[in-house]
Nanobody, 124 residues
C-alpha cells in the first residue's frame, strides 16, 4: 500500500505563489505516473497536472498551463506543484495521486492511490 502525503497548502493573495509537495511512503518502481487534481466546493474533482517519474514528461490542464509547473525528485520520492500567478478560481483542495504504467494521464479513475488533500485558498 502506497501512502501519499501532501503539504504546502495555505492562504495566499491573488497573484501569489505556493508550492505543494507530495511524498510517497515507499519507493515503488511500478508507480511511475503522478498527478495533481483539485476539487472546489460544489464541483467535481478536476485534473491539474501529471508527470512521469521516469521520463519527466508532463501535461497540464489548460486552466493552469503557463502558471503551474509539476516536477519530481525521485531520490526523495516527492513530486511538486509550483503554482504562480494564483487566482481566486484556483481555490480548492488539491490532491496528489499515483498510477501504474508508463503513460501520463488525466483521468482521475486511472489513478490508484490518493493523498488526503491540502487546502489552497486564494483571496481576491
Amino acid at each position: 500500500q502506497v501512502q501519499l502525503v501532501e503539504s504546502g497548502g495555505g492562504l495566499v493573495q491573488t497573484g501569489g505563489s505556493l508550492r505543494l509537495s507530495c511524498t510517497a511512503s515507499e519507493r515503488t518502481f511500478s508507480i511511475n505516473v503522478m498527478g495533481w487534481f483539485r476539487q472546489a466546493p460544489g464541483k467535481e474533482r478536476e485534473f491539474v497536472a501529471t508527470i512521469s517519474r521516469s521520463s519527466g514528461s508532463t501535461y497540464y490542464a489548460d486552466s493552469v498551463k503557463g502558471r503551474f509547473t509539476v516536477s519530481r525528485d525521485n531520490a526523495k520520492n516527492t513530486v511538486y506543484l509550483q503554482m504562480n500567478s494564483l487566482k481566486p478560481e484556483d481555490t480548492a483542495v488539491y490532491y496528489c495521486a499515483a498510477a501504474f504504467g508508463l503513460q501520463i494521464r488525466s483521468g482521475a479513475h486511472e489513478y490508484r492511490y490518493w493523498g488526503q488533500g491540502t487546502q489552497v485558498t486564494v483571496s481576491s
